[in-house]
């Protein structure tokens, strides 16, 4: 993938990607922005309660084939990218792992690191494929509430689940935000993509707070009545 035009070329942009992740700059300033953010929903700066899940992205074949597996489940090779989010949905930790490894088996890292970075985490939502030894774990080792989110056994189709949106809506906004990764080098290490969804969550909460009125989608524009010789016609 080719740079932006008003970016600096390649080299420079790879040396600052690589020293402010290697500096912890990344991490200190979504930390600092997330706290922006809650104050400015009225909330306390550090969360009291978090949401875990992870989502499956495919990956290229430039992508080295140690750091992506095999989903049995979707039967295609890429990742896993497991974060913890606030419960508005704002990044807390992420790993990224190959989509072979297992949903409980995954989480450990960003579950110990959010215990470690956010203390004040006391419980932490999930879905019904960290159910098991993950929660034993997460009390025993931790000593945090992992709770269960199920699903309601009549559900048909999909249905928003209580408390989870939040972390749902976040991989959304992932998805729509396709950051400028100049080259897919910067994606090519699980660490590097780590830092390239911290990257995505600055922007998303830069607009955030830089918005003066909520964002809002535009409506369907009006019919206007074009006149022609063939007569009047609506465009």
């Known amino acids: 993938m080719a740079s932006p035009k008003d970016f600096a070329p390649w080299p420079t942009v790879y040396w600052y990607f690589t020293w402010w992740h290697d500096?912890?700059?990344?991490?200190?300033i979504n930390d600092a922005l997330r706290s922006k953010v809650r104050e400015?929903?009225?909330?306390?700066?550090?969360p009291s309660a978090g949401l875990i899940d992870s989502q499956f992205v495919r990956t290229t074949d430039t992508?080295?084939?140690?750091t992506r597996g095999f989903d049995a489940g979707k039967k295609v090779k890429g990742r896993k990218r497991f974060i913890v989010t606030d419960t508005l949905g704002l990044l807390l930790a992420v790993h990224v792992v190959a989509a072979s490894v297992q949903d409980r088996d995954g989480a450990k890292r960003p579950l110990l690191w959010t215990?470690?970075?956010?203390?004040?985490v006391r419980k932490v939502w999930a879905d019904q494929g960290s159910a098991g030894r993950?929660?034993?774990?997460a009390t025993h080792i931790l000593g945090r509430e992992l709770?269960?989110?199920?699903?309601?056994p009549d559900q048909r189709g999909f249905q928003v689940q209580p408390k989870r949106w939040a972390v749902e809506r976040t991989f959304s906004w992932l998805t729509a935000h396709r950051s400028p990764a100049p080259r897919q080098g910067l994606r090519d290490q699980p660490r590097h993509s780590e830092t390239m969804i911290r990257w995505a969550m600055i922007g998303i909460m830069v607009l955030r707070l830089t918005r003066r009125c909520?964002?809002?989608?535009?409506?369907?524009?009006p019919l206007i009545q074009v006149r022609s010789h063939a007569g009047t016609v609506q465009a």
């Open 40 to 46: 400015a929903d009225g909330r306390d700066a550090e």
């Open 23 to 28: 500096d912890g700059a990344v991490e200190r």
């Open 214 to 221: 909520p964002a809002a989608r535009s409506g369907p524009k």
């Open 147 to 152: 709770e269960i989110v199920r699903k309601d």
């Open 115 to 120: 215990r470690l970075d956010h203390p004040e």
């Open 63 to 66: 992508v080295p084939a140690a």
């Open 134 to 137: 993950l929660v034993d774990w």
